[in-house]
């Protein structure tokens, strides 16, 4: 079986305390013991924002600024590497091709941003499709995918099973309300509906919960099934 998880940096390392980042890696080398092929996808957090606000003070354009937020992820992602041990690259893979080729040497694979313009739940997406993943799995702050922003509408419901074009659906009209935060970005829910990728959206401030959704198929997220499928989600790996 071969998985990507998506870990947000505000999930990873909130505070840059190794306690959290040591329990993500323990996740994923018990996962690799399990014979599974781990693929991970760091994001920069809140650590990320601070620099890119203070960058943009200072007059930085926005291609400068995605520049400094993928120096962030990539610098959480070294932690995850360091946590990891020998079972990991030794290096954030920069590209799709240099990942591809760790995981396939039997690595786990750590990335963290790619080019400007992209945000690491696409390079997450992105990644799963170009490696033929069975599971893609987004580590996010938040339980699931919601029909609004919940934390600006208090009617939102999550959602416990959806296809990848009402995902698209819903992203695009959590992103159209200004300052509205969605579970995953646009490009990312457009790239699982290309690829017809199963997905799990999940709070992943408990990393075991990650464990226990790739095993057993056992969380309180949100699968996002290609249609045709809904009867057939015996995808985990237990």
Do not use: C
């Amino acid at each position: 079986m071969r998985v990507v998880i998506s870990i947000g940096g505000s999930v990873l390392a909130p505070d840059l305390q190794h306690e959290r980042v040591n329990e993500h890696a323990a996740v994923v080398e018990r996962l690799d013991d399990e014979g599974i092929d781990v693929g991970t996808v760091v994001g920069g957090g809140g650590v990320a924002r601070q620099y890119i606000r203070a960058a943009r003070e200072l007059g930085a354009n926005e291609i400068q600024l995605d520049d400094i937020g993928i120096a962030v992820t990539r610098l959480n992602a070294r932690l995850l590497i360091s946590a990891l041990g020998d079972v990991a690259a030794p290096s954030p893979a920069e590209d799709y091709e240099t990942a591809g080729a760790a995981m396939r040497r039997g690595d786990v694979t750590v990335m963290g941003g790619v080019v400007a313009g992209q945000t690491t739940d696409a390079v997450a997406a992105a990644f799963a499709e170009y490696v033929d993943a069975d599971l893609l799995v987004f580590a996010t702050s938040v339980p699931g995918v919601f029909s609004a922003d919940p934390k600006k509408d208090d009617t939102a419901q999550r959602f416990d099973q959806i296809t990848p074009g009402d995902l698209v659906d819903v992203i695009a009209d959590i992103e159209m309300a200004a300052g509205a935060n969605a579970p995953v970005d646009l490009l990312a829910a457009k790239l699982i509906e290309r690829s017809g990728m199963r997905t799990i959206v999940l709070d992943g401030t408990d990393p075991e919960r990650i464990e226990r959704a790739v095993l057993d198929g056992e969380h309180e997220g949100t699968d996002i099934v290609p249609a045709g499928t809904e009867d057939d989600v015996s995808y985990w790996a237990r």
